[in-house]
């Protein structure tokens, strides 16, 4: 598996910037992938580790549903549209 905390930073900011919500690092439970968490949406969104999963993952908190993403932007349209 690939970690990489510059990689991980980025998207960190990238993906707060794009949606305009803040988000805290939960990676520290978590030994496939980096993630960050947003409480008030009920979301976590774990990273590609780009050797075993390649895609974004969105899971709701209280229910446990994933969603998959192939892409960043498709991912920064379905946070954006949870309001």
Known sequence: ???????SE???????K????TF???SYGNDESDSIINEELG????????????????QFIESDDIEVFD??????????NLQ
């Open 1 to 7: 598996m690939i970690h990489t905390k510059i990689v």
């Open 10 to 16: 980025e998207l960190h900011k990238m993906i707060s």
């Open 18 to 21: 794009l949606s305009g919500y």
């Open 24 to 26: 805290e690092d939960s």
């Open 43 to 58: 979301i976590q969104i774990y990273f590609p580790n780009f050797l075993e999963y390649t895609t974004f993952s969105l």
């Open 71 to 80: 892409n960043l932007k498709d991912l920064i349209r379905k946070i954006n």
